[in-house]
């Protein structure tokens, strides 16, 4: 499942842009990056898709389920009314029958919202939703386990603050289940931790916990006959959705294994990190988030998908604002291409601030939202940071008093007004580190007309 296009009508800042997705003819990543300034618009583009996605969600788990309405107050300025048309396709069935006509797998529906007292010049009509949530539903009829598409939005309000284990209340974990606060406007994953202990506490129930493992592997040795046969018998009792969720984990975070639950010298989540083993409230706020993050996504297509022998396979939306938050910029620069191989048949629609995040990874359809306009932008794959932050992003590389002193510098050199330069580099030296490059550059260019001035006199 994907999503072709958007329009949004009187949206906040829009009052009227349609917006085609990834994967296009010209980009073939299934993912879709919108930038631009604080305020432009961004979050409003992603909490649209996902109130507009809430009605099939709905309608997927209750046949006149009703999803989120367009909130009144982003009704753009004086505008009767707003709405969210969305083009969706769905392939199921169309994969293996070239012949198949794709205007049979495209399901349209529009939200609309009027002012209150006021009569809209928009309708909603929902019924593409229906059709399309009837589907799945008659599949789930038909066969129990059928595949779902994970549908989620991952809001700039994610954090991780608390890693709740001591779980008071039992709850279920179905397949539709998967769906259960994915397209909030807040996620604190406490939903995840807990999903993770009762699973692991089932898997130990079923097998030989991780613990006992350890213990007898340090009475026995690596190389015991016994230990290994218990090795083995542990590896293959494990709980199919806990092995997605590590294995997201480590695909998606090198040096990251063994995420699982202790109980002494107290109950917590522990973690090997490049071989040491971490309370996970140890980590930064960053590698928290980011793991959480991806476990999630693991989580539900792993709940979603019980048919496929490779849940992470398995196909949907996800929505991510400021993909980039809390992250170093070493994991902002591959972050893109380790979504795309962890979650291969997800399509994913993220905003960011970072130049890192669109100038790694090919085929990335990219849009620039100004002042309720947006623009399609040119690949970016391959291009410096310097060149991103100035061309797409409008923003200078460097402080920009800075920079207008080393402009100055370069002119007063070039002017050879060698006195006036040499004050200038002064001043420069003790505002700035010693292997400053722009100023190094500018010495270097100083002693050259210094040495040409002295040869002419």
Same mark, same amino acid.
């Given at each position: 499942m994907e999503i072709k296009k958007f329009r949004l009508h009187n949206v906040g800042r829009f009052k009227n842009i349609e917006v085609p997705l990834a994967p296009t003819e010209s980009n073939a990543c299934n993912v879709t990056v919108f930038v631009g300034?604080?305020?432009?618009?961004?979050?409003?583009?992603?909490?649209?898709?996902?109130t507009s996605l809430s009605w099939f969600v709905s309608r997927v788990r209750s046949e006149k389920g009703s999803g989120s309405p367009i909130p009144e107050e982003v009704i753009h300025n004086s505008a009767l009314s707003a709405a969210v048309d969305i083009e969706v396709l769905d392939e199921k069935g169309q994969r293996n029958n070239p012949n198949t006509d794709i205007e049979n797998h495209l399901f349209h529906w529009t939200l609309a919202k009027p002012r209150q007292g006021r009569k809209g010049e928009h309708v909603s009509q929902l019924v593409g939703a229906t059709e399309l949530?009837?589907?799945?539903?008659?599949a789930l009829s038909n066969q129990e386990n059928?595949?779902?598409?994970?549908?989620?939005?991952?809001?700039?309000?994610?954090?991780?603050l608390d890693i709740p284990l001591k779980i008071k209340d039992k709850h279920s974990f179905l397949q539709l289940d998967g769906y259960d606060n994915s397209l909030n406007t807040g996620v604190d994953f406490r939903r995840f931790f807990e999903w993770f202990r009762e699973r692991e506490d089932s898997e130990n129930e079923t097998g030989i916990s991780q613990e006992m493992l350890e213990k007898l592997q340090s009475l026995l040795g690596n190389d015991n006959d016994v230990w290994q046969q218990l090795s083995a018998l542990k590896a293959s009792s494990r709980d199919r959705q806990l092995t997605a969720v590590r294995t997201a984990i480590t695909n998606f975070m090198p040096g990251f294994t063994n995420l699982k639950v202790r109980r002494k010298p107290r109950l917590h989540m522990s973690i090997d990190k490049n071989n040491e083993t971490f309370n996970v409230l140890q980590l930064s706020q960053g590698e928290k988030s980011l793991m959480a993050l991806v476990g999630d996504i693991a989580r539900r297509l792993a709940m979603m998908n019980p048919a496929l022998e490779n849940p992470l396979q398995g196909d949907g939306i996800v929505l991510i604002d400021e993909v980039d938050m809390h992250l170093h910029p070493k994991w902002q620069r591959s972050l893109i291409e380790r979504l795309t191989s962890t979650f291969p048949n997800c399509q994913f629609v993220l905003s960011t601030h970072?130049?890192?995040?669109?100038?790694?990874?090919?085929?990335? @359809? &990219?849009?620039?939202?100004?002042?309720?306009?947006?623009? +399609?932008?040119?690949?970016?794959?391959?291009? $410096?940071?310097?060149?991103?932050?100035?061309?797409?992003?409008d923003t200078d590389?460097?402080?920009?008093?800075?920079a207008t002193r080393l402009n100055t510098l370069l002119? @007063? &050199?070039?002017?050879?007004?060698?006195?006036?330069?040499? +004050?200038?580099?002064?001043?420069?030296?003790? $505002?700035?580190?010693a292997n400053n490059l722009e100023l190094t550059k500018a010495k270097m260019l100083f002693r050259k007309q210094e040495l040409k001035h002295a040869k002419n006199n």
């Open positions: 300034n604080n305020g432009a618009g961004k979050t409003s583009l992603l909490k649209s898709l996902a949530a009837d589907r799945y539903r008659q059928a595949n779902l598409p994970l549908i989620a939005f991952y809001p700039v309000e994610r954090v991780v970072s130049p890192l995040v669109i100038s790694d990874c090919k085929n990335v @359809l &990219i849009y620039t939202l100004d002042d309720g306009e947006l623009t +399609e932008l040119s690949s970016q794959y391959g291009q $410096d940071a310097n060149t991103v932050l100035l061309s797409v992003m590389i460097r402080n920009s008093v800075i002119d @007063l &050199i070039q002017e050879n007004q060698l006195e006036k330069a040499k +004050e200038e580099i002064a001043k420069l030296e003790a $505002d700035l580190p």
